[in-house]
């Protein structure tokens, strides 16, 4: 039982249109592949420019899959290669910045707030502030053991958003990312083909300018 089923269904019983069908499918195809994709990219050129996590990676997917595939039951086993998505989405969150406009006068952080302005919350530069992470520039996976994140405000991370309006496809991307990452890390690694660093766009979400060139290199089996 697919969504594409369970929404087929509610056509077939008259309960949604076929703008309706549309426009879910269209927000399920861009709102989870494009953000889901970019995580991943930016997780294999993270990865390609530090080796130590590369190799702890590669120790976690050898131990817990051992050659298989990863199924559903493998992913929470996969607590090292979570980190390192996790971090992925820190140091370049797909979605880098929300947009909200307050309905009413509020009071924010002891600022004053009128009705109808342009609020926009930054995960770029909350995800990359000194206020609440040590050198916030490095690329550490190990920020993400319960120890280290346990003290950390909930807000000074928000890949995905909060509230009541947060992502609905949180747990399907990181099951998703955990899923493709064990697949591949197992038999491949990725290696930033490029003697400089890549650029970046922002539009909807956070772009690379141009694709990120990556050789697939076949692992030596230890
Ligand atoms: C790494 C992957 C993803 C990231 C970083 C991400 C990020 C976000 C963020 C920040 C929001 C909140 C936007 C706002 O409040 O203005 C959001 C909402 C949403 N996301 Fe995701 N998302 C991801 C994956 C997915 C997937 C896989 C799906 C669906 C299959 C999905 C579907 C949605 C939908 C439908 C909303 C709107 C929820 C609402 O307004 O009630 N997202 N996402």
Redesign the pocket.
């Known amino acids: 039982m697919d969504l594409l089923s369970i929404l087929l269904r509610a056509y077939d019983r008259g309960e949604q249109t076929d703008k309706n069908l549309r426009d879910e499918l269209m ?2 195809l861009l ?2 592949h494009d ?2 994709a970019l ?1 991943l990219t930016y997780a294999w050129y993270l990865l390609s420019q530090h080796p130590d996590a590369e190799a702890k990676l590669h120790r976690e997917v050898d131990e817990v899959l051992g050659g298989r595939t990863p199924t559903f039951e493998d992913v929470r086993q996969l607590e090292y290669t979570e980190r390192v998505l996790n971090e992925a ?1 820190r140091l370049y ?3 880098y910045v ?2 909200r406009e307050p309905k009413i006068d509020v009071r924010i952080g002891g600022y004053r707030i009128p009705e109808g302005s342009a609020l926009m919350l930054p995960q770029w530069v909350v995800h990359r502030s000194e206020r609440w992470w040590d050198d916030p520039l490095e690329f550490d996976p190990d920020r993400w053991t319960p120890e280290r994140a346990a003290n950390r405000p909930s807000f000074a991370y928000f ?3 909060g509230g009541p ?6 747990h ?2 990181l099951l998703e990312g955990r899923l493709i990452m064990g697949t591949i890390a197992q038999r491949y690694e990725l290696e930033y083909i490029r003697d400089e660093p890549f650029s970046l766009r922002g539009s909807l979400t956070m772009h690379p300018q141009e694709p990120i060139g990556m050789r697939l290199q076949a692992r030596e089996k230890p």
Do not use: D, N
């Open positions: 927000t399920m709102a989870g953000t889901t995580t989405m969150p797909p979605v929300m947009f890949p995905f958003g309006r947060h992502c609905i496809g949180k399907l991307s």
